[in-house]
């Protein structure tokens, strides 16, 4: 699915992960275990049905007339049962978010000391769920109370007829007793079919939801089309008349008749206040969402018209919280590049600067980070996320306050080293250092998802009265 689907609050990464995990499993269990047993009861019942026809024929007839007392219970007992289990998943949901939210900030809820209040809340996330649950158990208690009277009516009419028969002739009472007595053994099968209807009831309301996660067709498709007409593109980008939202939040305008081209080879630095759309202008280079209105151009053909996996291929991208993979630095570096050499990866690994650090380690390239990088410090994260993207020699090299956590000598070799690599590369950089973009052949100033200042820097500083030039000023003092 497109990016959106998953900032949609009910694909957050708790229920998802409750889907996958917990949601599957139970449906599992129902398909391998509960229908067996299914199974074996339905031909228990028709078996002892037959047998108990062929011993004595009207007590068999009086069995089968019975059955609906049987399962009219289990169906008072399944309506009962649907809601019940609907809503003790939906419990359990909230509270996986909750705890996997926690635990993936646990810094952060150490650091605000926000422990208790976690706790409190996962409580009360349980407390009305805990009330409709336990009324539901009162109603299910009664409805099961129901259900075995029916079962306990069954049989005394069973009893009964079975001592009218035998007062009649119409049957031994050794035949009697023996066809009662299949009648009494078929129905714990009846009773053990009851008791599963909840199970499989709970697991139809869980397959509709993961059915349609698993039907839903996603609305930037990766795949199409499915020929390549050229090998590589040269890496020229024109913005025209874009008006764009997030699909979250579609009554804010975060680019307005945004127009920007870039040439093939150049470098282009997007800065500006916090909010202006800087991230968003990656964000639709990526593909992660479509414009509202207008066309993004590579080289001259619409984005939309390319395949996007070999699209995404040629764009490198390191984003403003760059995340590292629970495994060492070596697999983070080739991540979605497996079959690079050992040279390669040292290469690129140069280029971002991080080869020196890494080959102090005394695991070197195989050090493992921990879960999302957290066993090395934010600028090496960044250089490592860096150097991954480099590896994939991207003609399009998208920067998001890709070195911001690092020292200005450590940001100008990482510089230095783009602007000398042997293949061309377009770059476009976010950054709020200003000191960063100095020496890009553009400077784009945006405000409010508009671009109100172009040029290069000497251009820019050269206006007294502009953004840039008072931006400017005001960093260096
Ligand atoms: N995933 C999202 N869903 C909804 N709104 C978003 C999302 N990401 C960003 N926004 C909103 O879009 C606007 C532009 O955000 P964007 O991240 O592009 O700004 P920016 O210029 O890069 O800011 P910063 O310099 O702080 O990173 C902001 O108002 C922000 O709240």
Redesign the pocket.
């Known amino acids: 699915n497109e990016?959106?689907w998953f900032?949609q609050p009910e694909n957050g990464v708790g229920l998802l992960a409750t889907r996958i995990v917990s949601d599957t499993c139970v449906i599992k269990t129902i398909i391998s275990d509960r229908m067996s047993v299914i199974v074996q009861c339905i031909s228990s019942i028709l078996i002892a049905t037959t047998v108990s026809m062929i011993v004595n024929w009207r007590m068999g007839l009086v069995a089968w007339a019975l059955m609906p007392c049987h399962f009219i219970g289990g169906l008072i007992q399944s309506k009962s049962a649907k809601g019940f289990s609907g809503d003790s998943a939906l419990a359990h949901q909230q509270l996986a978010v909750l705890a996997s939210e926690s635990a993936s900030n646990i810094r952060t809820v150490a650091a605000f000391v926000h422990e208790e209040q976690m706790i409190t809340k996962a409580k009360l996330s349980l407390e009305e769920p805990t009330r409709i649950g336990r009324l539901q158990s009162i109603k299910y208690g009664m409805i099961q109370g129901t259900s075995l009277f029916l079962w306990n009516v069954a049989h005394a009419v069973a009893l009964w007829y079975t001592t009218i028969l035998v007062d009649k002739n119409q049957s031994s009472f050794e035949d009697g007793i023996r066809s009662y007595q299949i009648f009494s053994l078929t129905v714990p099968s009846i009773t053990e079919l009851w008791t599963l209807i909840p199970t499989v009831v709970s697991a139809i309301s869980i397959l509709k939801p993961a059915f349609d996660i698993l039907d839903r067709e996603t609305r930037i498709v990766p795949d199409v089309p499915d020929e390549v007409n050229c090998e590589r593109i040269l890496g020229g980008i024109e913005f025209e008349g874009i008006r764009f939202?997030?699909?979250?939040?579609p009554q804010?305008v975060?680019?307005d008749s945004f127009v920007l081209t870039v040439k093939a080879g150049s470098s282009v630095a997007?800065v500006?206040?916090?909010?202006?759309?800087?991230?968003?202008?990656?964000?639709l280079l990526m593909r992660f969402y479509d414009p509202a209105q207008g066309r993004i151009l590579i080289d001259r053909k619409d984005m939309r018209e390319y395949n996007l996996r070999w699209l995404r291929q040629q764009i490198g991208f390191v984003q403003?919280e760059p995340l590292l993979f629970s495994s060492t630095i070596r697999e983070n570096i080739r991540y979605g590049n497996e079959g690079a050499s050992e040279a390669e990866t040292v290469e690129a690994a140069t280029e971002a600067n991080i080869h020196e650090f890494i080959s102090s380690l005394p695991d070197g390239y195989d050090t493992m980070v921990g879960e999302k990088g957290c066993q090395v410090s934010g600028g090496q994260k960044q250089r490592i996320a860096i150097a991954r993207t480099l590896l994939k020699r991207p003609v399009i090299l998208l920067l998001?306050?890709a070195t911001s956590a690092l020292d200005a000598e450590t940001e100008r070799a990482i510089v230095r080293a783009l602007g000398s690599s042997k293949w061309r590369i377009t770059r476009v950089t976010?950054a709020?250092r200003l000191s960063t973009v100095i020496s890009s052949d553009i400077i784009v100033v945006?405000e409010k998802?508009k671009v109100v200042e172009m040029g290069s820097h000497s251009t820019l500083i050269g206006e007294a009265d502009g953004v840039y030039s008072k931006l400017f000023h005001l960093q260096n003092q």
Not at 272 to 283: E, M, N
């Open positions: 990016v959106a900032e939202s997030y699909p979250s939040r804010a975060v680019l997007l500006g206040p916090s909010g202006a759309g800087k991230s968003s202008v990656l964000a403003q998001d306050e976010v709020h945006m998802g």
